[in-house]
Structure formats: structure tokens, C-alpha cells
């Protein structure tokens, strides 16, 4: 590559660090606010802050951030969502709901829903303060390296935690660092760590697993594959539905021995639309029923706390072995005696 393409500073993208953090530690090396940066390179109506760059970067926005930092292809590929294609979810959509992945909400480079999370642990070791992938996915609220609750917001000012919004509407020597709320300026490294509650131990070891076996370089071949996922999601997903009146949601919370069940969202949820410590309830039931679920999901439907019929609803080509436990309660009369 011609070295007069590169810019004076070229940092590389860390360990899972998402793409959008990336390029909001490019302007700040190179001394130049990330607005100008991105009118330079891609123009105004080409704005990546219009769209969510995390999850659908397009390649020439890839290919002209490698030019100038010198950056191989595939290592910025890697900085977006596209790679949990085929782990977390069957293929790759452009728009509309995707399993797993907080969703973007806003206008511009205005955010109105919790779509990113951080650790005030991470970002305080970090030499140099980044935000992770792992971050934008409903499946991590708690630090799996820390055993802290993630924030899903600013805890001075519950503000939406925006780092491409530092420098905006300011000028660049007042420009808010990566780690500072870009609201409030709260330092994020700062905020005190809550270390996180688990029903039980057996599930704390079997939801560290699960965020374990995401992580870059982990090992593949596990249990925690891609219809392990899809069957979770769906669980979780009648966890949440509004169909069932949140029975299930309480035949679970119960007995996990949560005393108080939160009320759910008005409209049609999943669980990427919940709030993190709603989302951690939801997933710690989804889990437990997933740690047995013939015997569990039996139960369940026993105690009238699911239908049937919302089992399989929604669900196109589920694993085998899920459709062989919940097919084996259609006889519910022989279950029933």
C-alpha cells in the first residue's frame, strides 16, 4: 500500500473491539473530530452514523477505512456484527429484527434506545478505552471476565451511551473522551461495579460457558451452537410473548425464588427490546429450562404456565431435538395421567 495513503496515526482495531469504536479512536489519534473525518471520507449523504455500521458496514466503507490505516480487510470485517453470521443467527439481514443483537433506535447520530452496554472494570484496564462486540449482543449482561453487571445506560444522566457523539456540537479541544459519557462527561471507567446475582451455581457455570464459547478464538465445537442459540432466543421469546399474559415468565421467576416479577413492555417485544436487568431475569429462566428442558418444559406445561401450541409458533426449521420434546407433549392425555 502507497504510504501517502495513511494517515498520520493508523491504530488498528483491539480484540473485539466493534467497528464504530474503531473509527471514533482513528479521529481522535489523528486530532480531528469525527464528523469532519467522516464528511471527508464518505461524504454527507454517505454518513455511516446514519445507519447501524456494526452491524451492516458496507465493504467500500471497510475498504477506504484499510486504505488509510493500513488495516488488512478481513481484521476490520471482524470489527462488525457480520460475524456472528452462523453462531447466533442463520443469515445476514440488512434491516428489521436480528436475533440477538441490541437494536439501534434514533436519528442520525441520536440514539434513543440502551443499544450499546459497557464494564466499568474493562474500560478502567484498558491502556486505551474501547467498546466491545460482545457489548451489542442481548446475550451478555454481566461481565463474564469481572462477574459485574453491565450498564446499558449512563448512570449519572440514563442517557443512552453514545462515544461517536464525544466531540458533537463542540469544539475539538473540549471533545469528550471515548470512556466519558457524552452526555454528562461521567467518567464510565468510574462507576461502581455491581457484581452479579445467579440462581444458582450450576447455572452461573453454564451461562459463563455460553458468553465464554462467543469470545474471539474460542472453541467451536461445543454445545453452544448455532441451533443452541436459535432454541434459547425462541425460549426466551415465550418468556416474553404477551400470549400467555407473562404466565410463564412467573411460573419461572418463582421458581428461581425471585420475589417480584417485572411488568414486561407494551407491544410485540423480544428479548433484544428489554432493559438489562429485565433481559438478565429473562435469560437466567430461559437458560434454567435449557439446563433440562424435557423435564422442565414438562413442567411448565403441567402447571398450565405454556400452551402447547406457542412451543413451536414462529419457529421455522427448529433442531431436531427441540422438536422431538416438545412433539412428545402433544399426547397430553398420557401426560396428563
Known amino acids: 500500500m502507497p504510504r501517502d495513503h495513511l494517515w498520520p496515526a493508523h491504530p488498528h482495531p483491539f480484540p473485539d473491539e466493534l467497528l464504530s469504536s474503531w473509527i471514533v479512536r482513528i479521529a481522535h489519534a489523528n486530532a480531528i473530530k469525527l ?3 467522516s464528511w471527508q471520507l464518505f461524504g454527507n449523504e454517505r454518513s455511516p452514523w446514519n445507519r447501524d455500521i456494526d452491524r451492516s458496514a458496507p465493504p467500500w466503507l471497510l475498504r477506504t477505512l484499510c486504505t488509510h490505516t493500513g488495516c488488512n480487510y478481513w481484521d476490520a470485517f471482524h470489527a ?29 447520530m441520536r440514539r434513543t434506545a440502551s443499544s450499546l452496554q459497557f464494564c466499568p472494570a474493562c474500560l478502567a484496564g484498558d491502556p486505551i ?11 451478555y449482561t454481566y461481565c463474564p471476565e469481572h462477574q459485574c453487571a453491565l450498564y446499558d445506560e449512563c448512570p449519572t444522566c440514563h442517557s443512552p451511551v453514545t462515544p461517536h457523539r464525544g466531540d458533537f456540537g463542540r469544539e475539538l479541544a473540549d471533545a469528550r473522551p471515548m470512556h466519558a459519557c457524552a452526555t ?27 458468553l465464554r464459547s462467543i469470545m474471539p478464538a474460542a472453541n467451536t465445537a461445543h454445545r453452544f451452537d448455532l441451533g443452541f442459540f436459535r432454541v434459547l432466543h425462541h425460549l426466551c421469546g415465550m418468556i416474553c410473548s404477551k400470549s400467555n399474559n407473562g404466565l410463564l415468565l412467573r411460573h419461572l ?7 417480584e416479577v417485572p411488568l414486561l413492555p407494551e407491544g410485540r417485544i423480544g428479548i433484544e427490546d428489554l432493559r438489562r436487568d429485565t433481559r438478565h431475569l429473562v435469560l437466567m429462566c430461559g437458560l434454567w429450562l435449557v439446563e433440562d428442558l424435557e423435564q422442565r418444559l414438562t413442567e411448565a406445561w403441567k402447571d398450565k404456565a405454556i400452551r402447547y401450541n406457542l412451543m413451536l409458533k414462529g419457529f421455522q426449521r427448529p433442531p431436531r431435538w427441540y422438536g422431538d420434546i416438545v412433539q412428545s407433549l402433544s399426547n397430553w392425555r398420557s401426560i396428563r395421567r
Request: glycine share 10%; hydrophobic share 30%; charged share 20%.
Open 184 to 210: 454528562c462527561g461521567t467518567d464510565l471507567r468510574e462507576v461502581p461495579c455491581h457484581p452479579e446475582t445467579f440462581p444458582t451455581e450450576s447455572l452461573q457455570a453454564f451461562s459463563g460457558a455460553m
Open 80 to 108: 462488525t456484527l457480520v460475524t456472528y453470521r452462523g453462531r447466533l443467527y442463520p443469515r445476514r439481514r440488512t434491516s428489521g429484527r436480528l436475533s440477538w443483537v441490541l437494536p439501534i433506535k434514533g436519528h442520525g
Open 253 to 259: 421467576a418463582t421458581t428461581l425464588g425471585h420475589a
Open 35 to 37: 464528523q469532519t473525518l
Open 129 to 139: 478505552p474501547y467498546f466491545r462486540k460482545t457489548w451489542r449482543l442481548a446475550l
